[in-house]
């Protein structure tokens, strides 16, 4: 179980790693649309910004794709095993290589594998490391949450629906 947790914390830290540009990207297109300022600026420099979302959308998403993978079981048990003093499990997967016909080296092996045995029992889940400072060391991410979250309390998601106004070139007024 621990280490299907771990796996799963992994796959966190992978996620957010990859795309933590496009929520980026998305939250500072989704902002400016829910203020309404698609209805204020003129139509030139409304589908200016629509192709430069296009572009820094796609961009940031195939990105994404490219840097995302998912943990591996073994990479989820490595994780796990560091995290436990001696490595363990690691210890229990080793063979013996030198003394192996000595029934005294032999039983300091068994000794050693049993020990290692009994620390496995205290393994538990390795928390993620979800921190994208060293990835976003100017925190644009936070940049672009307060301009969402001001959207949010000074906006509206209907304004969203408006932008079908603009492209038609009506200002949405009977």
Known sequence: ???ALTRVGMFAEQLLRAFWPLWTVLLLILAPLMM???ELVPLEVFWVAVVVGAI???STLF???RWF???SRTEAIARVDAAIPGRPI???ADTQVIGSNDPASTAVWQAHLARMAERTKSAHAVEPNLT???RDPYGLRFLALLFFVVAL???SLLRITTVGDVVAGTDGTL
């Open 1 to 3: 179980m621990p280490i």
């Open 36 to 38: 309404g300022w698609h």
């Open 56 to 58: 820094a959308t796609f």
């Open 63 to 65: 990105w994404g794709l």
């Open 69 to 71: 993978r998912v943990p």
């Open 90 to 92: 690691a210890a229990i």
């Open 132 to 134: 994208l400072t060293a």
């Open 153 to 155: 309390l000074f906006g």
